[in-house]
């Protein structure tokens, strides 16, 4: 079955860095959902969160092919590792006197944040996982939705775990972390490791 | 000591090492050009074609097992590179393209004869580089050599504005190293993933080993046997793994796929544990993926994590260079004897031999490469078009040295056989045989000038039957032979061979191939030989496209 998996990638922070990660994804015919990419707490690098459709075959190779290229640092899967996802809507919503207070209630149940007023209409935006965001713009649309942009999914894992790349100090090392980090699944799931 | 981008980047080639290239120049390399005079250590080789210019430094780069370095101007010149890169790209070849490009203003103005080269090829290149400074050059060479060199070898390529090739910029020696965080080397495998494949290939009773291109460019021919010979495994290759494995050793049952060996095909179909070593399970080799032995237990040797997993579910996989993983599997390898196994195999290899034996005087594909064969002692280096010549010559040939068989496997380029065989002559003295299909001879038949200026010994066989032979062969066999765009016309190649200065000859029969063979061996210059064959033979065997291995068919009746 296909799903959604999340995938964190660290890049080098060049020029052409983001056509060579969508090249590889277009010429493998991988489906990316969304792409989100931008800075890190390391200065050099950037930091991808990429939603990709796929059963695990097809993600583990994602995260294979990745690697391959030069200029992608470290990959990490990890869909199936416990971690916080957010993505953020800005949603303008066509409110008036009339509907303006039936509208704000349910900014309210999301705890969304109305970020512009007009008399004709709303910006309000709406931060939380996937489902959450999907819930809001369903409830929203019965107002009519003018225009509406999302960030597409940021993810970290939790605890003290992260998916920080190795350090390069020594190949065999950084060899040695990178395959530990490559198809991170569950015994039994990996392609390749089921008898 | 302040430099000039051109001659930075002639010292990089000189600090590299490198003793040759291919190229043509242009615009916007002339300041590169203007160079070169300066550096009689490192030989240019002007080509006719660009097209050439990339087979001509892949088909060193395979003989002399050293990165291949090829150098065209911006425009057209760098899209006729493409072929070239693609075919080194899909085989795994160590290449370095180097080409110039716009000065830095006219980038992305569509100034004249402006490509976006590095754009072009982010797909066919292990990586590649557009350098806005000259002091960008030395870096971006010395990991240029560096990543095309290493791990799963490959072409990259750097383009360098006209500009910077005229910039200036400090030159304080060759850098000593690289600083590539996103690029460990991974020759050593995990310990326990070679326990694991030890752990099976123990407890193997039909064994088969499948070596590909990793084992030539690991030049792990030694560790191979050693390992075949201790765990007893038959070895079939597969086409770019040819030469591998001495194909004159008892354990040594051929190469496997479409047109491979019968008995290798049938091995691969019926063994209890695949051992792929240095190769990618490509399905030219494999068959039907669904239907290649699905109760076998695949190990998988490779050097490309990616690789892994890729085609087949793998029950061991060892992510490492050839070499390093076979030194570290031999002492985990038992002692092994599969006697009523090898029996098996033997007794199909009977039955289906490959020894062509059909008496007559016409000049047969098979009967042409065992005549060659015999001639040359089985020694020649030899490198091929694509097509029925092709799969003639991996059948017949018995290859034994390593590096001594030349082909464009993954891409499958026709024309590859002239430029490639040109630039591969320039890695050793010994002439090497390029075998031609006619097809393939006239799409890059201009690089007989090349030939010719370098007097280059190059002997050009061209297997001429009129006929796109592959393409008819599908035609007849799966199109109710219907034949259409297959029959080539052609220039008398005796004379097309004159009129470039070099010597052509004719060879009609069996008599007159067997003389022209002996005629050659005092000969030292480039020789075009027109060796006119019987117009509609088949290649046999063939795994039908889309068919099984075990679906292997020997002739049309088996259809």
Known sequence: MASRNTIVAHVEDRPGVLARVASLFRRRGFNIESLTVGHCEEPGLSRMTIVV?????????????????????????????????????????????????EVLDVVEVFRADVVDVHAEALIIQVLGDEGKVDAA????????????????????????????????????????????????RPEGVLPFASD | MRLTGARILMECLRAEGVEVF?????????????????????????VRHEQAAAHAADGYARVAGRTGVCLATSGPGATNLVTGITTAYMDSVPMVVLTGNVARDLIGRDGFQEADITGITLPITKHNYLLMRASEIAPAVKEAFHIASTGRKGPVLVDIPKDVFIEEAEWDGYPQGVSLRGY????????????????????????????GHGVVQSEAQHELVEFAERSDTPVLTTLLGISGMPEDHELSYGFLGMHGHFYANMAADRADVVIGIGMRFDDRAMGRFSDFNPTAKIVHI???????????????????????????????????????????IDQIMDQHPTDYVEEGTELSGPWLIQALAEATQGESTIVTGVGQHQMWAAQYYPYTKQRQWVTSGGLGTMGYEVPAAMGAQFAQDEPIWSICGDGGFQMTSQELQTVADHNLPVRFAIFN?????????????????????????????????????????????????????????????????DFQ???????????????????????????
Request: glycine share 6%; charged share 25%; with cysteine.
């Open chain 1, 53 to 101: 459709d796929g059963d695990d075959h097809q993600v583990d190779q994602v995260c294979r092919q990745l690697f391959k290229l030069i200029d992608v640092v470290s990959v990490q899967d990890i869909t199936y590792t416990p971690m916080v996802d957010r993505e953020l809507a800005l949603i303008k919503v066509s409110a008036s006197n009339f509907n303006r207070r």
């Open chain 1, 137 to 184: 713009v369903k409830m929203f649309e019965q107002f009519g939705i003018l225009e509406m942009v999302r960030t597409g999914r940021v993810a970290m894992r939790r605890g003290t775990e992260t998916t920080k790349p190795p350090a390069i100090s020594d190949s065999q090392q950084a060899a040695a972390a990178i395959r530990a980090m490559l198809g991170r």
């Open chain 2, 22 to 46: 291919f190229g043509y120049p242009g615009g916007v390399v002339l300041p590169l050009y203007n160079t070169l005079g300066e550096y009689p250590d490192i030989k240019h080789v002007l």
């Open chain 2, 184 to 211: 460990p080397i991974m020759d050593v495998p995990r310990e326990e993933e070679v326990d694991k494949a030890a752990e099976i290939i123990n407890a193997a009773r039909k064994p088969i080993i499948i070596a």
């Open chain 2, 302 to 344: 490779d050097i490309d994590p990616a690789e892994i997993g890729k085609n087949f579910k793998t029950h061991a996989p060892v992510n490492g260079d050839v070499k390093e993983t076979l030194s570290r599997l031999l002492p985990q390898v038992e002692l092994n004897r599969h006697p009523e196994w090898r029996a098996e």
């Open chain 2, 465 to 529: 039957n009129g006929f796109l032979g592959m393409v008819r062969q599908w035609q007849e066999l799966f199109y109710e032979h219907n034949y259409h765009s297959v029959d080539l016309g052609q220039p008398d190649f005796v004379k097309l061979a004159e009129a470039y200065g070099i010597k052509g000859v004719r060879a009609t029969t069996r008599a007159e191939a067997m003389q022209l063979f002996r005629d050659l061996e005092s000969y030292d210059g480039p020789v075009v030989i």
């Open chain 2, 533 to 559: 064959l019987e117009r509609e033979e088949n290649v046999w065997p063939m795994v039908p496209a889309g068919a099984a291995l075990s679906e292997t068919i020997e002739s049309a009746e088996d259809l």
